[in-house]
């Protein structure tokens, strides 16, 4: 249960003296941010016939802005203490001009310069104003009370009793108000933004859909090299074996050599399956040679014809071949599958960043990733690195699939 005393201890805890000393520390740091920032925008607007001093100055700017707001979120962390999130940094890809312009058009930028050029120095002069005259009243009152004991003021001391009395319960309620509409500003305009929130939670959720993707492609080559050099060494041994016993075993009774001849073809009949097993979960090709040799053998072992066009200087990430390899391989199932087509060209190129997938057929059209799974898949393989998927398939042919693959 609270009583009046805890109210009173409460009313003048530490908490009371650290909102003083963050009113009183706001206006020398309110003025340092004016001198700075208003310093750098008179020097761009007195050089702006110039493209290098304006551009020095944003730099600095963008520069210092952080800077002064690290200070500020120091400030009421130390004496409030409320932890006010930092604004999530900006993409460092593109050029540094890029990214110098990107800052200065960045929404956060401009609301911390608006803290630091209004708000805060707003805030800081009236908190530092009216809590430096409370204080001084107070203590003006109280020894003017004294003054007039030991002069023996008898009555009159009533007055400036009461006046430092009434000033020593309202400073403590004043300061909590300055300091609380100094905090709900810097939440505002210091710390991130909603957007700023949102945009962070999406970069999170990329950053993991990312390595799930690399782990899913990491433990698909693990299979495969575990299948390679194991299960299908041995079926090779034993289809050998096998081939060897027919050979050898000419005398044997019909039924025995019939057993061994059914077992044999059964043997490399798994053997050829295994090895379109390994081969669609992560071919060893695209490690080492990379997307054009990879590429090559589905077009070697296609039903039909396939003119294959390949032109990438640079081979881009593991995980963006994977993707590449795969979604051609699927188009060319369904090609082979649903399409009728009696031949079909891949091209392959890449442009700065961007990986693109072409692949056109001649068949019968009309395909639509609403009526099938393989569509569908195609989509969402290159979704999961966050590329583009567009499908052309008028009835009656030609269906051309593009695909746009990020290299970054």
Not at 197 to 222: G, H, K, M, P
Not at 343 to 353: F, L, S
């Amino acid at each position: 249960m609270t009583t009046p005393w805890d109210r009173i201890h409460g009313h003048w805890s530490s908490r009371t003296w650290l909102r003083t000393i963050h009113v009183a520390t706001g206006v020398p740091i309110a003025l340092i941010s004016m001198a700075a920032i208003l310093g750098l925008g008179a020097l761009s607007i007195a050089l702006a016939w110039t493209v290098f001093v304006p551009l020095v100055a944003l730099l600095i700017l963008t520069r210092m802005v952080p800077l002064l707001t690290w200070l500020q979120r120091s400030r009421f962390a130390a004496f409030l203490d409320l932890d006010i999130p930092p604004v999530p940094p900006l993409p460092r890809d593109g050029s540094p001009l890029r990214r110098l312009l990107l800052q200065a058009r960045s929404g956060s930028v401009w609301r911390q310069i608006a803290y630091h050029l209004v708000i805060g120095p707003l805030i800081g002069a009236v908190g530092f104003l009216s809590g430096v005259a409370a204080w001084s009243a107070c203590l003006v009152a109280a020894i003017i009370t004294v003054q007039l004991l030991i002069a023996g003021g008898g009555w009159t001391t009533a007055l400036p009793a009461a006046a430092a009395l009434a000033l020593f319960v309202v400073v403590p309620w004043l300061l909590r108000g300055i300091t609380a509409l100094d905090t709900v500003a810097a939440r505002a305009l210091l710390g991130a933004s909603l957007n700023d929130d949102l945009a962070r939670r999406v970069e999170i959720l990329r950053e993991s859909r990312a390595e799930v993707v690399e782990a899913a492609d990491a433990e698909r080559r693990r299979i495969e090299r575990d299948l390679h050099d194991g299960t299908q060494q041995r079926l090779v041994s034993l289809a050998l074996n096998l081939g060897m016993a027919r050979t050898a075993f000419t005398d044997l009774p019909e039924p025995a050599r019939q057993v061994i001849v059914r077992s044999h073809e059964e043997a490399k009949q798994a053997l050829k399956e295994l090895r379109d097993v390994v081969r669609g979960l992560h071919p060893a090709v695209l490690n080492d040679q990379g997307l054009d040799a990879a590429l090559s053998g589905l077009a070697a072992r296609a039903p039909f014809p396939v003119r294959l066009s390949v032109d990438v200087p640079e081979r881009a990430s593991a995980v963006i071949e994977a993707v590449a390899f795969f979604v051609v391989s699927e188009a060319l199932t369904n090609v082979a599958k649903h399409a009728r087509a009696s031949e079909a060209d891949v091209t392959v190129r890449r442009d700065g960043d961007v990986l693109r997938l072409l692949v056109r057929d001649n068949g019968q059209g009309g395909a639509e990733p609403a009526r099938g799974s393989g569509l569908r898949g195609l989509a969402q393989r290159a979704g999961s690195v966050d590329g583009t998927l567009r499908i052309d398939s008028p009835s009656g042919g030609p269906t051309t699939i593009e695909v746009e693959l990020p290299c970054a």
